[in-house]
């Protein structure tokens, strides 16, 4: 009884339900997402790979129209082929070389010499993703060996890249180099410190 007693209780009331309307219809349409195009009868919706939508004109009217980027809820992914199969090769030369000389630097890190001239002194040797990776966070004054003992011996030889055992001072490192446009460089090593 309470909103009929006066046309003050019915209007509060009134203006109570409208703001209540409102707040659940917000409140609903964020939980099920913005709505989504659709498409008419005389257009045509093509959804490219990078997510956005082009609609094409009516059949016959030469144009075309674009609805603008829109995301897609479903990324499409296509792959072009199966994934390559390395191809073992006797290790190339001239990747054993670089492992050989990379692993020289490696281990020249005398007292006083900073990450970034030791890093530097590797860049011409080793991929960037090595580089700005793991390497640059290594403290050289963790790396206990001083001296490469031995020659590279190939441990898996593929046509693009060598993984071989490099002997040190201080146990082996297990250095990988693969074949880019730069020519061979170290991509990944484990051991040494």
Do not use: C
């Not at 020249?108 to 590797?122: D, F, K, R, S």
């Not at 020659?151 to 055992?165: K, R, W």
């Amino acid at each position: 009884g309470w909103p009929l007693r006066s046309p003050r209780h019915l209007v509060v009331t009134l203006i109570g339900v409208v703001i209540l309307a409102v707040v659940i219809g917000i409140v609903a349409a964020h939980l099920h997402g913005p709505a989504k195009p659709a498409a008419t009868g005389s257009a045509a919706l093509d959804t490219t790979t990078n997510g956005s939508t082009a609609t094409s004109g009516t059949a016959g009217s030469g144009t075309a129209a674009s609805t603008g980027p829109t995301t897609s809820s479903t990324p499409v992914t296509r792959l072009a082929g199966p994934p390559e199969t390395p191809v073992s090769a006797p290790p190339a030369p001239a990747a054993l070389d670089v492992i050989r000389t990379w692993g020289k630097l490696w281990v020249n890190h005398p007292v006083g010499m900073t990450n970034q001239q030791w890093l530097a002194q590797l860049t011409p040797y080793t991929t960037p993703e090595l580089l700005l990776g793991p390497m640059s966070s290594v403290d050289v004054a963790n790396i206990d060996p001083t001296q490469v003992t031995g020659a590279p011996i190939a441990t898996q030889s593929f046509t693009d890249s060598v993984e071989a055992l490099l002997p040190t001072n201080a146990g082996q490192l297990d250095v990988t180099a693969i074949d880019t446009p730069q020519g061979w460089l170290v991509s990944s090593y484990t051991g040494g410190s």
